[in-house]
């Protein structure tokens, strides 16, 4: 499983809105794992390959500042890389290289 994420574009430049979208989800119990490590965010959309056998889950938060939202996407237990709005990744560990940068 691997995850991508992005800020949303608003007029207001306070406003720290995350995109969440989770790919490679293949069954039940990854799926709970997901959903228990996405607690607080609000599911948007879903999807499904069939030839796969792989769940996209696509998720939004709100976050009252970006120190919160990189506090959060630190811990997150997946891989996940954060886009910037050219769709280029930034470079922050996140996830699972944030927690093997640790070490």
Known sequence: MHAAAWRLRTENKTEFTYTLQVES???IRAKNKVLKAVQG??????????KRKEEILIFIRE??????????????PFALKEFNRNNRPKPIKLGIEAKEAMY
Request: proline residues 0%.
């Open 25 to 27: 989800v293949k069954g």
């Open 63 to 76: 976050f009252d500042t970006m120190e919160e939202w990189i506090k959060w996407a630190k811990k997150f």
């Open 41 to 50: 965010w609000r599911k948007i959309a879903e999807g499904y390959n069939k």
